[in-house]
């Protein structure tokens, strides 16, 4: 059960001003959620496996094909800083 304590407690985290009625509008939303998820909790799952993604879904990946690049010169030609052949960034630590 969230209270209103709950309510005040992750507006403080998140760096919000909340009025009486929006925590106790917040506490009533959010208690309907875990009564929705707990609902949930019925369900028989014992015969179904485990998914990382509702839909089959695999990578696709194109294949690695030797082919013609642009010569490090005119790669390099628009960048604010370069080393050699390389973009020079500022360091980050």
Partial sequence: MITIKD???V???ARLEL???EK?????QLNAILEY????NELN?????PTAHVLPLKNVWREDEVGE?????EV???APETEGQFFKVPRIV
Wanted: hydrophobic share 45%.
């Fill in 24 to 28: 106790q509008m917040f506490a009533k």
């Fill in 7 to 9: 309510v005040e407690h």
């Fill in 45 to 49: 799952t014992d015969d179904i496996p």
């Fill in 37 to 40: 998820a707990q609902m949930l």
């Fill in 76 to 78: 390099l030609a628009n």
């Fill in 11 to 13: 507006a403080l985290l």
């Fill in 69 to 73: 690049h642009l010569p490090p010169e």
């Fill in 19 to 21: 009025t009486d009625e």
